[in-house]
């Protein structure tokens, strides 16, 4: 006899009755985990690589983490003193970088094994065959399927650029200025290189899956890709680039249906919203921008706002405004008189909500991803479309999570301008000062958030990038006993015990007497 | 130092812009599935909208040289040969220009093996001086058995042996690779780093991809990344006949019908006579479907994608309703059914951008059973049957049958199994009047008969 269906409430999923293992908590994913294992010598984006796919994996709804090796490393030598850290006769560093390394894949297992996890990205150079496979080892021994991405490069001008943009600021150089972190990290280059083991395709490497990134993405070589996940993280890093560029985001001007605080529709524009594109059209020009490319949704209140710039612009139904289905037109109150339930279920959980034969956030992410894939490609664009489309859009870019989505402000006659900048994205709020409506709800104060009954078949639940919070105290002082509270992969850390560890050679700090630096090896 | 041609005089280079035709080029040593992969290529950019068409330079050579003796012709000693092989390859791009700066296309896919350095770099001048882009699929391959795999499947078919026996087939076959082994310059890293291309390694074990620069290259590189060759066989069907079937209402969301219930089961016994190794199920999130999907037994996975056209303001009304409500409307579908949009609903043509995903699994995956509907089912159909648009909104997909397709040579066979479950026919054909002023009767002409 064939289980009876019923409708979820929220997101409208039909499902046996008596389907007990879909509730709450963990998403369900038949597929076993993957490490994303990064590999490459310093300052050739290896960190830029790991964010970069980390917030779009999550953002398409695969809970993905980074696991930044540096960092563990900064948490377990406390200051940096110079590159001589990195020098591969230096015995004693070696042994703290090992043991940063297996501290980092242990919360790697543990967040794949017990914390939801789908993908962990172990950012750290890896260029040794040992360090290798010792990573495949580990993920033959708890079932994670393993995948490289090496990047290659060898132009000075792009190596010295990445120095600059984040390595001179980062913590290590803190007390230096950045003539002398430049060459420092220059240095701590060089002692990689003598030791780094390039993946090769042809003989040593040739069963493994992987990417090889040269040249910031003029060439790729693509080994043995395993799965759907694989083949989606290489279609993204083939189309993300490195170019300076500037992404505009706004709504269309206000609608004639925005003044009556009706949703959705295909109305046209008010007075008030065709001042806006007169508005919009006198900023485009002040931007003075190389090859802007404007793309519109193809409800008529996205074209007309674009109508005005007299430029060409390409529509995309995808760009169209969330369906609001039986919803369509209705104002908030309408709703909430008709559908007094589905008012109150999309309150409870915004972004999972489906309106009755409409469309949640969650249709929404899968929907717009298409797009978010060719604005990867493209270089300076504005993108005319909707509230809850251009949620979706800034959450991709600002990395906020599924639970903050459904409420980032996004009002009208405001352009959002977003440059990509280090490691994320630099957002700019530019109101055009032509009054609006709002059309902005806040989160009401009474929902409690409690789990529900979520299915995640084919899901696409963004997560904001964790956080690579190691919830380990310090070690100022390697002769302490160890602390009870400390987790055993930090405890083993100490393992030079009973004598300081030595940052021998050249101490880069300005000489401010400090008494933490730490003493040779005997 | 660049190794490709570059012309010297810069007047000669037309102005490419950023919507520019672009020039596919097949490269390899015969058997390596140049001419599998362009057909398909050729097949999914037309699919997904982009006018494509493939020149295949043997099909010109074949229509010169009437009569094919022996792998003699293929010698590069033979002086006569090499000059017939030329003007083939020089008419065939002809046609290329032709296709694209006059006809509309906006992809050619030139499919020869372009084996030496020289006529690749022909070719980039050609392209060059029209404005077309040039992007090169490459495919190399030394595995023997996939080789021998390959003449036995398309080649023995081929015109060329169409008198000779399978062994004389094969040698003369073998003969011919060899002649072309010896001048082949394979894309090189080195001075080939300014050239578009992917090289695809022992069937897409390992793929080099170099310079993409634009949107179409990539999507063909994502294309070529995604297909395979393992046998294996897609099943396309439709849920069992519905509550909203009978009463010959479109859309909506109903359940099964007491017929369609027993469709279930049947398919369930019938999946389980073929015994398929590891059988994915797919089904869309409308009741119907699943409901379907449930009698099988086994898991399954949803997919939004896989829903009903949305027919907007048509939602659950009869034929006979559209036209007393809509007569215009109805009219306007009937004239372009792939294009027309209902109001608030869907077309065709939105249908196939929002399978194209789901195309992109079903190629990645093996054997696969999609349980989905009438407009969606006629879009995938088209896609593995390489139909036109124009024909893609009236291929019949009728309820209680199932569609066994499987790639066979450069194609896809396909097998339909009725499982005897009486249902409704849903099926209505473009009546002869398609003006908007016609009479209701005119209009209602070929739908199908209900409750």
């Given at each position: 006899?064939?289980?009876?269906?019923?409708?979820?409430?929220?997101?409208?999923?039909?499902?046996?009755?008596?389907?007990?293992?879909?509730?709450?908590?963990?998403?369900?994913?038949?597929?076993?985990?993957?490490?994303?294992?990064?590999?490459?010598?310093?300052?050739?984006?290896?960190?830029?690589?790991?964010?970069?796919?980390?917030?779009?994996?999550?953002?398409?709804?695969?809970?993905?983490?980074?696991?930044?090796?540096?960092?563990?490393?900064?948490?377990?030598?406390?200051?940096?003193?110079?590159?001589?850290?990195?020098?591969?006769?230096?015995?004693?560093?070696?042994?703290?970088?090992?043991?940063?390394?297996?501290?980092?894949?242990?919360?790697?297992?543990?967040?794949?094994?017990?914390?939801?996890?789908?993908?962990?990205?172990?950012?750290?150079?890896?260029?040794?065959?040992?360090?290798?496979?010792?990573?495949?080892?580990?993920?033959?021994?708890?079932?994670?399927?393993?995948?490289?991405?090496?990047?290659?490069?060898?132009?000075?001008?792009?190596?010295?650029?990445?120095?600059?943009?984040?390595?001179?600021?980062?913590?290590?150089?803190?007390?230096?200025?950045?003539?002398?972190?430049?060459?420092?990290?220059?240095?701590?280059?060089?002692?990689?290189?003598?030791?780094?083991?390039?993946?090769?395709?042809?003989?040593?490497?040739?069963?493994?899956?992987?990417?090889?990134?040269?040249?910031?993405?003029?060439?790729?070589?693509?080994?043995?890709?395993?799965?759907?996940?694989?083949?989606?993280?290489?279609?993204?890093?083939?189309?993300?680039?490195?170019?300076?560029?500037?992404?505009?985001?706004?709504?269309h001007g206000e609608s004639t249906d925005n003044l009556e605080g009706r949703l959705g529709g295909d109305a046209g524009l008010s007075l008030r919203g065709r001042q806006f594109s007169a508005a919009l059209t006198r900023f485009v020009?002040?931007?003075?921008?190389?090859?802007?490319?404007?793309?519109?949704?193809?409800?008529?209140?996205?074209?007309?706002?674009?109508?005005?710039?007299?430029?060409?612009?390409?529509?995309?139904?995808?760009?169209?405004?969330?369906?609001?289905?039986?919803?369509?037109?209705?104002?908030?109150?309408?709703?909430?008189?008709?559908?007094?339930?589905?008012?109150?279920?999309?309150?409870?959980?915004?972004?999972?909500?489906?309106?009755?034969?409409?469309?949640?956030?969650?249709?929404?992410?899968?929907?717009?991803?298409?797009?978010?894939?060719?604005?990867?490609?493209?270089?300076?664009?504005?993108?005319?479309?909707?509230?809850?489309?251009?949620?979706?859009?800034?959450?991709?870019?600002?990395?906020?999570?599924?639970?903050?989505?459904?409420?980032?402000?996004?009002?009208?006659?405001?352009?959002?301008?977003?440059?990509?900048?280090?490691?994320?994205?630099?957002?700019?709020?530019?109101?055009?000062?032509?009054?609006?409506?709002?059309?902005?709800?806040?989160?009401?104060?009474?929902?409690?958030?409690?789990?529900?009954?979520?299915?995640?078949?084919?899901?696409?639940?963004?997560?904001?990038?964790?956080?690579?919070?190691?919830?380990?105290?310090?070690?100022?002082?390697?002769?302490?006993?160890?602390?009870?509270?400390?987790?055993?992969?930090?405890?083993?850390?100490?393992?030079?015990?009973?004598?300081?560890?030595?940052?021998?050679?050249?101490?880069?700090?300005?000489?401010?007497?400090?008494?933490?630096?730490?003493?040779?090896?005997l | 130092m660049r190794g490709s041609c570059r012309p010297r005089n810069m007047r000669d280079k037309a102005v490419c812009t950023t919507n520019c035709p672009t020039l596919i080029v097949t490269v390899g040593l015969p058997a390596r599935?140049?001419?599998?992969?362009?057909?398909?290529?050729?097949?999914?950019?037309?699919?997904?909208?982009?006018?494509?068409?493939?020149?295949?330079?043997?099909?010109?050579?074949?229509?010169?040289?009437?009569?094919?003796?022996?792998?003699?012709?293929?010698?590069?000693?033979?002086?006569?040969?090499?000059?017939?092989?030329?003007?083939?390859?020089?008419?065939?791009?002809?046609?290329?220009?032709?296709?694209?700066?006059?006809?509309?296309?906006?992809?050619?896919?030139?499919?020869?093996?372009?084996?030496?350095?020289?006529?690749?770099?022909?070719?980039?001048?050609?392209?060059?001086?029209?404005?077309?882009?040039?992007?090169?699929?490459?495919?190399?391959?030394?595995?023997?058995?996939?080789?021998?795999?390959?003449?036995?499947?398309?080649?023995?078919?081929?015109?060329?042996?169409?008198?000779?026996?399978?062994?004389?087939?094969?040698?003369?076959?073998?003969?011919?690779?060899?002649?072309?082994?010896?001048?082949?310059?394979?894309?090189?890293?080195?001075?080939?780093?300014?050239?578009?291309?992917?090289?695809?390694?022992?069937?897409?074990?390992?793929?080099?991809?170099?310079?993409?620069?634009?949107?179409?290259?990539?999507?063909?590189?994502?294309?070529?990344?995604?297909?395979?060759?393992?046998?294996?066989?897609?099943?396309?069907?439709?849920?069992?006949?519905?509550?909203?079937?009978?009463?010959?209402?479109?859309?909506?969301?109903?359940?099964?019908?007491?017929?369609?219930?027993?469709?279930?089961?049947?398919?369930?016994?019938?999946?389980?006579?073929?015994?398929?190794?590891?059988?994915?199920?797919?089904?869309?999130?409308?009741?119907?479907?699943?409901?379907?999907?449930?009698?099988?037994?086994?898991?399954?996975?949803?997919?939004?994608?896989?829903?009903?056209?949305?027919?907007?303001?048509?939602?659950?009304?009869?034929?006979?309703?559209?036209?007393?409500?809509?007569?215009?409307?109805?009219?306007?579908?009937?004239?372009?059914?792939?294009?027309?949009?209902?109001?608030?609903?869907?077309?065709?043509?939105?249908?196939?951008?929002?399978?194209?995903?789901?195309?992109?699994?079903?190629?990645?995956?093996?054997?696969?059973?999609?349980?989905?509907?009438?407009?969606?089912?006629?879009?995938?159909?088209?896609?593995?049957?390489?139909?036109?648009?124009?024909?893609?909104?009236?291929?019949?997909?009728?309820?209680?049958?199932?569609?066994?397709?499987?790639?066979?040579?450069?194609?896809?066979?396909?097998?339909?199994?009725?499982?005897?479950?009486?249902?409704?026919?849903?099926?209505?054909?473009?009546?002869?009047?398609?003006?908007?002023?016609?009479?209701?009767?005119?209009?209602?002409?070929?739908?199908?008969?209900?409750?």
């Open positions: 006899m064939p289980r009876e269906l019923t409708q979820n409430r929220i997101q409208k999923i039909w499902v046996p009755t008596k389907d007990d293992k879909r509730r709450a908590g963990a998403p369900h994913f038949a597929n076993p985990p993957t490490v994303i294992v990064m590999v490459g010598l310093p300052a050739r984006g290896k960190t830029y690589i790991s964010k970069k796919l980390t917030r779009y994996l999550n953002w398409i709804g695969m809970p993905t983490k980074v696991f930044n090796v540096g960092e563990y490393r900064r948490e377990a030598v406390k200051n940096y003193s110079s590159y001589d850290f990195f020098k591969p006769d230096n015995e004693c560093a070696v042994k703290i970088r090992e043991q940063c390394a297996l501290a980092a894949l242990r919360d790697v297992k543990s967040y794949l094994k017990d914390e939801g996890g789908q993908v962990a990205v172990f950012d750290a150079t890896n260029t040794t065959r040992d360090r290798r496979n010792l990573i495949l080892e580990f993920g033959s021994e708890n079932d994670f399927k393993i995948f490289f991405i090496e990047s290659v490069c060898d132009d000075p001008s792009v190596i010295a650029s990445n120095i600059m943009e984040v390595k001179v600021s980062c913590p290590d150089y803190r007390d230096c200025n950045k003539t002398d972190a430049m060459m420092d990290f220059q240095k701590r280059i060089e002692c990689y290189r003598t030791s780094y083991q390039p993946l090769d395709p042809d003989q040593y490497d040739r069963d493994l899956s992987f990417i090889k990134v040269i040249d910031v993405g003029r060439r790729f070589l693509v080994n043995r890709i395993q799965d759907h996940i694989q083949s989606k993280i290489v279609y993204y890093l083939m189309n993300i680039h490195v170019q300076p560029r500037t992404i505009y985001l706004c709504r020009e002040e931007q003075q921008l190389k090859n802007l490319k404007v793309w519109t949704s193809q409800l008529c209140r996205s074209i007309q706002t674009a109508e005005h710039l007299g430029v060409p612009y390409e529509q995309w139904k995808a760009l169209n405004e969330i369906d609001s289905g039986v919803c369509e037109e209705m104002t908030y109150d309408e709703v909430k008189e008709k559908f007094p339930e589905e008012f109150a279920l999309r309150d409870e959980d915004k972004y999972y909500y489906r309106y009755p034969a409409g469309e949640s956030y969650q249709d929404l992410v899968q929907r717009v991803e298409p797009v978010i894939m060719e604005l990867e490609r493209q270089e300076n664009v504005l993108v005319i479309c909707h509230q809850a489309v251009m949620r979706c859009l800034l959450a991709y870019f600002l990395d906020k999570s599924a639970d903050e989505m459904p409420y980032l402000k996004c009002p009208l006659h405001t352009v959002l301008k977003l440059t990509p900048v280090a490691y994320g994205c630099k957002v700019e709020s530019i109101c055009l000062n032509v009054e609006a409506v709002n059309t902005h709800r806040d989160r009401p104060e009474e929902i409690k958030r409690g789990p529900g009954t979520l299915i995640r078949r084919n899901s696409v639940t963004p997560l904001t990038s964790p956080e690579c919070n190691i919830k380990k105290p310090r070690i100022d002082d390697l002769d302490e006993a160890p602390i009870h509270e400390l987790p055993n992969s930090v405890a083993q850390l100490a393992l030079c015990n009973s004598s300081r560890l030595t940052l021998a050679g050249q101490n880069l700090r300005s000489s401010s007497g400090r008494h933490d630096i730490l003493q040779p090896c | 599935g140049k001419t599998y992969i362009s057909k398909k290529l050729t097949r999914y950019l037309n699919w997904i909208g982009v006018p494509t068409k493939e020149f295949n330079v043997g099909d010109y050579r074949r229509e010169c040289l009437k009569i094919y003796k022996s792998f003699e012709f293929f010698r590069p000693d033979n002086e006569e040969g090499v000059k017939i092989r030329h003007q083939c390859a020089t008419s065939a791009l002809n046609d290329v220009r032709q296709y694209l700066c006059v006809e509309g296309g906006h992809v050619a896919v030139f499919d020869a093996t372009n084996t030496t350095r020289e006529r690749r770099g022909t070719i980039m001048k050609f392209a060059e001086q029209n404005g077309f882009r040039v992007f090169f699929v490459e495919s190399v391959c030394e595995d023997p058995d996939v080789i021998a795999q390959n003449i036995v499947q398309v080649k023995l078919e081929n015109p060329d042996y169409v008198h000779c026996d399978s062994d004389e087939a094969i040698e003369d076959f073998m003969n011919r690779i060899k002649c072309y082994e010896s001048s082949y310059q394979p894309l090189d890293e080195a001075l080939d780093r300014d050239v578009s291309y992917i090289k695809i390694m022992d069937v897409g074990r390992r793929y080099m991809v170099n310079r993409v620069v634009d949107h179409i290259q990539s999507r063909i590189v994502y294309y070529l990344m995604n297909i395979h060759i393992t046998p294996r066989s897609i099943y396309l069907c439709r849920h069992g006949e519905s509550d909203l079937n009978i009463k010959g209402r479109i859309g909506g969301d109903s359940g099964l019908s007491a017929r369609g219930k027993e469709f279930a089961q049947s398919l369930r016994n019938f999946i389980e006579e073929q015994k398929i190794k590891e059988l994915k199920v797919w089904t869309s999130q409308m009741k119907r479907t699943i409901q379907t999907a449930e009698c099988l037994g086994v898991p399954y996975e949803q997919w939004k994608a896989l829903n009903e056209i949305d027919a907007g303001v048509c939602e659950e009304m009869m034929y006979e309703e559209i036209q007393e409500h809509f007569p215009q409307e109805f009219a306007m579908r009937d004239q372009d059914k792939y294009r027309y949009r209902y109001p608030k609903g869907e077309s065709y043509e939105d249908l196939v951008q929002r399978l194209e995903p789901v195309i992109m699994e079903l190629e990645r995956q093996e054997n696969v059973l999609v349980i989905c509907h009438q407009a969606v089912m006629r879009c995938l159909l088209a896609y593995f049957l390489d139909k036109t648009a124009h024909e893609l909104p009236y291929l019949k997909c009728p309820l209680h049958t199932v569609l066994k397709l499987t790639p066979v040579a450069y194609g896809c066979k396909v097998e339909s199994v009725y499982l005897r479950v009486d249902a409704v026919n849903t099926h209505r054909d473009r009546p002869e009047n398609v003006n908007v002023k016609r009479s209701t009767e005119d209009a209602l002409q070929t739908v199908p008969a209900h409750l």
